[in-house]
């Protein structure tokens, strides 16, 4: 079974940057990788994703601020924040799919706080 553990969410100031981590337990192929968000009374978005060949795809809102980036050998997918506003305060998931068994595998979530 696979399971994903998310880190690095937290408190920071407006202007301030966070690194979110996803890592994947268990045997998973073929995946591409994301992170979504979502605020209370709000459905979740799609912030960011990226394909098992590195190709990117952002939401407006984050784009020149937000970097996804993953490491394969440690089936691990990251987000690198910038310039967060409080606009971005939301729980972040991060959200693995597989082309091979075609399943979709969500993490727990982990808060982020943008706040002065």
């Known amino acids: 079974q696979v399971q994903l553990v998310e880190s690095g969410g937290g408190l920071v100031q407006p202007g301030g940057s966070l690194r979110l981590s996803c890592a994947a337990s268990?045997?998973?192929?073929?995946?591409?990788m994301g992170w979504y968000r979502q605020t209370p009374g709000k459905q979740r978005e799609m912030v960011a994703r990226?394909?098992?060949?590195?190709?990117?795809n952002y939401s407006d809102s984050v784009k020149g601020r937000f970097t996804i980036s993953r490491d394969n050998a440690k089936n691990t997918v990251y987000l690198q924040m910038n310039s967060l506003k409080p606009e971005d305060t939301a729980v972040y998931y991060c959200?693995?799919?597989?082309?091979?068994?075609?399943?979709?595998?969500w993490g727990q979530g982990t808060q982020v706080t943008v706040s002065s």
């Open positions: 990226i394909t098992g060949v590195g190709s990117t």
């Open positions: 268990g045997s998973i192929f073929g995946v591409s």
């Open positions: 959200n693995f799919y597989s082309y091979v068994s075609r399943a979709g595998y």
